[in-house]
């Protein structure tokens, strides 16, 4: 069974900066993509960032683009979102969202449980 465990949310104002940190654990083999989203209130989950096959391929939505940065430490099968800039149309629910290969090569594709962004103005 893989896990994702996601930290590093809080509360922060306008401009500031927050790190967020999503760890995968369990029966990995590898992983082929991770990624950020985020969901504010009344609105559909939406794609934040992503980095693919740990090689370092990044992809970054529009809003995210100038401000966040993806990063991806594969020994430790972890992945990182450091938020500059933040403004208050940022505040939401960040999940880490990856998918790979298990130990019997099934592929998984798991959700973490989110970690909450609150900017104020």
């Known amino acids: 069974q893989v896990q994702l465990v996601e930290s590093g949310g809080g509360m922060v104002q306008s401009g500031g900066s927050l790190r967020l940190s999503c760890a995968a654990s369990?029966?990995?083999?590898?992983?082929?993509?991770m990624a950020w989203y985020r969901q504010a209130p009344g609105k559909q989950r939406e794609l934040v960032a992503s980095?693919?096959?740990?090689?370092?391929?990044?992809y970054y939505a529009d809003a995210a683009k100038g401000r966040f940065t993806i990063s991806g430490d594969n020994a430790k099968n972890t992945v990182y979102l450091q938020l500059n800039s933040l403004k208050p149309e940022d505040t939401a629910v960040y999940y880490c969202?990856?998918?790979?290969?298990?130990?019997?090569?099934?592929?998984?594709?798991?959700w973490g449980q989110g970690t909450q962004v609150t900017v104020s103005s």
């Open positions: 969202h990856a998918d790979g290969t298990d130990a019997n090569y099934r592929h998984w594709d798991h």
């Open positions: 369990g029966s990995i083999v590898s992983i082929n993509t």
């Open positions: 980095i693919i096959d740990g090689r370092g391929n990044t």
